[in-house]
């Protein structure tokens, strides 16, 4: 297995711009959560979606949605793109999403957006 | 508020020396702490939880409710524990296993 997959590793875009950021999780786990690292930062919750339904969000505005598919990928998407959404997007899946040994989260490597 | 703190953006020691990188958390609930750690050019990827009570690569670290916090400690540094180390909590038995991260310490161990 290669892990959690992201693409891509990198993307331009211009202010007011739309983006989809994809993630593939390890063969089995069917939690997927996103993540948003700005420079200098550490890595800020987004999304958390099992079973294809949202189970947590954090504190980002509605221009963020995401969703979950029935093979547990999932896509990010960002409309009207702003210079502070420029960040390393993380991807991280788990088994399930309780504190069990098992659900440990296993993070993609990123998708790097600038927004110009 | 959920929150965890790590006071040092770098930590710089010499080979062979002494380590702790330094994390406290503020939450209102039962939490489970964990260590994550980043190589060069390498994925974010977890060091330890505090529930598992493990020492990897010679790192440990214990979970003090009182004080609230969760510092990482290694006797004796080596050159490859350089990465960028964040300290992050998750809420136990919630819905969610989301992950509260720290801002990260950088740590350096010079040969």
């Known amino acids: 297995d290669a892990g959690v997959t992201q693409s891509p590793t990198h993307l331009i875009k211009t202010r007011g711009q739309h983006v989809t950021l994809r993630c593939s999780p390890i063969s089995g786990h069917k939690s997927v959560s996103w993540y948003q690292q700005v420079l200098g930062q550490g890595p800020q919750f987004i999304f958390q979606?099992?079973?294809?339904?949202?189970?947590g969000r954090g504190n980002f505005p509605d221009r963020f949605s995401a969703r979950q598919f029935p093979n547990y990928s999932s896509e990010l998407n960002v409309n009207a793109l702003l210079l502070g959404d420029s960040a390393l997007y993380l991807c991280a899946s788990s088994y399930s999403t309780g504190s069990l040994m098992s659900d440990e989260q296993y993070f993609g490597p990123g998708t790097r957006l600038t927004v110009t | 508020a959920q929150r965890v703190t790590q006071p040092e953006k770098l930590l710089s020691v010499f080979k062979g020396a002494p380590v702790e990188l330094k994390c406290n958390y503020s939450?209102?609930?039962?939490?489970?702490l964990f260590w994550y750690v980043q190589y060069s050019r390498q994925r974010l990827q977890l060091l330890l939880r505090h529930i598992s009570r493990e020492s990897i690569k010679g790192f440990t670290a214990d979970l003090n409710k009182g004080e609230t916090s969760f510092h990482l400690k290694k006797p004796f540094a080596q050159e490859e524990d350089s990465a960028m180390y964040y300290c992050?909590?998750?809420?136990?038995?919630?819905?969610?296993?989301?992950?509260?991260f720290g801002t990260g310490t950088l740590l350096a161990v010079q040969p």
């Open positions: 992050a909590l998750s809420g136990y038995g919630g819905a969610t296993n989301k992950l509260i």
């Open positions: 939450y209102s609930g039962s939490p489970e």
């Open positions: 979606y099992y079973e294809k339904e949202e189970r």
